[in-house]
T-cell receptor
Framework: GAGVSQSPRYKVAKRGQDVALRCDPI?????LFWYQQALGQGPEFLTY????????KSGLPSDRFFAERPEGSVSTLKIQRTQQEDSAVYLC???????????FGNGTRLTVT | GESVGLHLPTLSVQEGDNSIINCAYS??????FIWYKQESGKGPQFIID?????DKRQGQRVTVLLNKTVKHLSLQIAATQPGDSAVYFC???????????FGGGTRLMVKP
């Protein structure tokens, strides 16, 4: 497909479980971003990759959050020992690089019960 | 799907009227601005962008105006249609960087 693809679309996890969220960026896009969006709020930055290098992870809320992009394409956001406050939509975006618009996927809605 | 914009300011317009959505920013180092449209259950969709060396840019039915003096950005939608109903976010990039920071959104409701 031509757009950013995220899976799963919905994820329900029991508190304490680990989850892994996947992002397939647009082919050729070197920059990849993860954002977290709470209900009724704008997206909040989590982390940023340029190719396989994680250049900024200042937005990750705790050390339970971990992201990787080992081959500079697909990325995975992992959340360990999920808590209720982790419930949100997790958005992935990609771009051609600095100064280019970000293109977003439709997100993964995580609900922690 | 989930409802985006439950607690956001709302602009209600009649179909066919023009809409103006406003956004204020605070960082004078912001040099690239983007408007996104987000429908319920979907990710933000790029609408139009503008760089800080411009004060106006037009697309199809949309115009973005940038006033750097008062740090204000607006999105004008001509002949608003029911399909324009969504939450609209402005976003900025600072110092030619990569990170996009979103402002507060506005929910646009179009009455038929």
């Amino acid at each position: 497909g031509a757009g950013v693809s995220q899976s799963p679309r919905y994820k329900v996890a029991k508190r304490g479980q680990d989850v892994a969220l996947r992002c397939d960026p647009i082919s050729g896009h070197v920059s990849l971003f993860w954002y977290q969006q709470a209900l009724g709020q704008g997206p909040e930055f989590l982390t940023y990759f340029q190719n396989e290098a994680q250049l900024d992870k200042s937005g990750l809320p705790s050390d339970r959050f971990f992201a990787e992009r080992p081959e500079g394409s697909v990325s995975t956001l992992k959340i360990q020992r999920t808590q209720q406050e982790d419930s949100a939509v997790y958005l992935c975006a990609s771009s051609l690089g600095a100064g280019s618009p970000l293109h977003f996927g439709n997100g993964t809605r995580l609900t922690v019960t | 799907g989930e409802s985006v914009g439950l607690h956001l300011p709302t602009l209600s317009v009649q179909e066919g009227d023009n809409s103006i959505i406003n956004c204020a920013y605070s960082n004078s180092a912001s040099d690239y601005f983007i408007w996104y449209k987000q429908e319920s259950g979907k990710g933000p969709q790029f609408i139009i962008d503008i760089r800080s060396n411009m004060d106006k840019r037009q697309g199809q039915r949309v115009t973005v105006l940038l006033n750097k003096t008062v740090k204000h950005l607006s999105l004008q939608i001509a002949a608003t249609q029911p399909g324009d109903s969504a939450v609209y976010f402005c976003a900025e990039i600072i110092n030619a960087g990569n990170m996009l920071t979103f402002g507060g959104g506005t929910r646009l409701m179009v009455k038929p």
